[in-house]
T-cell receptor
Framework: KNQVEQSPQSLIILEGKNCTLQ??????????LRWYKQDTGRGPVSLTI?????NTKSNGRYTATLDADTKQSSLHITASQLSDSASYIC??????????????FGKGTKLSVKP | KAGVTQTPRYLIKTRGQQVTLSCSPI?????VSWYQQTPGQGLQFLFE???????NKGNFPGRFSGRQFSNSRSEMNVSTLELGDSALYLC???????????FGPGTRLTVT
């Protein structure tokens, strides 16, 4: 069964600290993996997208890694800010092509950054 | 470029009623997808429309339906509302295929 599991479910860190969010997937055939940030009451916003051949991709203080062999991805946030408080959603695309219905969503990690 | 807009932003309905939600995609985007988001289930795919045709449908009952107009604007309808339909309904637009999606702010539906 195609699944995306994220951990932890929730996380509280102090402002300025680093953190790492995990995403494990059992999705085949794999096309790409995306990380989204969703602020409360808003729609998700894309942070990174990685294909099979990409190991690392950065977007400012956000760095995503992908290990296609172990089917694991992580999102590392450096020097966290209060504005990083949000849910982070991992999404894997099936390689059937041609439709957004081929996206498998994780349930997200809720991050709270405290002053 | 204006982003994806959804109306209304908040809605309260009672069981048994029906509701219509609207989504205006980014200009030039012909694909519109709809998702239901609940705390327990996360984001779940409802359906995708491209050039007025439904391309894909998720595992939801027939009470959930949608359509897309020639200007790519889309509507989603839920009939005979149930308490479990309370959720954030998100619309996303893209150029099509598995191109990058851009989400709207969502419509928060509460069924009492």
């Amino acid at each position: 069964k195609n699944q995306v599991e994220q951990s932890p479910q929730s996380l509280i860190i102090l402002e300025g600290k680093n953190c790492t969010l995990q995403c494990n997937y059992t999705v085949s055939p794999f096309s790409n993996l995306r990380w989204y940030k969703q602020d409360t009451g808003r729609g998700p916003v894309s942070l990174t997208i990685m294909t099979f051949s990409e190991n690392t991709k950065s977007n400012g203080r956000y760095t995503a890694t992908l290990d296609a062999d172990t089917k694991q991805s992580s999102l590392h946030i450096t020097a966290s800010q209060l504005s990083d408080s949000a849910s982070y959603i991992c999404v894997v695309t099936l390689n059937y092509g041609g439709s957004q219905g081929n996206l498998i969503f994780g349930k997200g990690t809720k991050l709270s950054v405290k002053p | 470029k204006a982003g994806v807009t959804q109306t209304p932003r908040y809605l309260i309905k009672t069981r048994g009623q029906q509701v219509t939600l609207s989504c205006s995609p980014i200009s030039g985007h012909r694909s519109v997808s709809w998702y239901q988001q609940t705390p327990g289930q996360g984001l779940q795919f409802l359906f995708e429309y491209f050039s007025e045709t439904q391309r894909n449908k998720g595992n939801f009952p027939g009470r959930f339906s949608g359509r897309q107009f020639s200007n790519s604007r889309s509507e989603m309808n839920v009939s005979t509302l149930e308490l479990g339909d309370s959720a954030l309904y998100l619309c996303a637009s893209s150029l099509g295929g598995s191109a990058e999606q851009y989400f709207g702010p969502g419509t928060r539906l509460t069924v009492t």
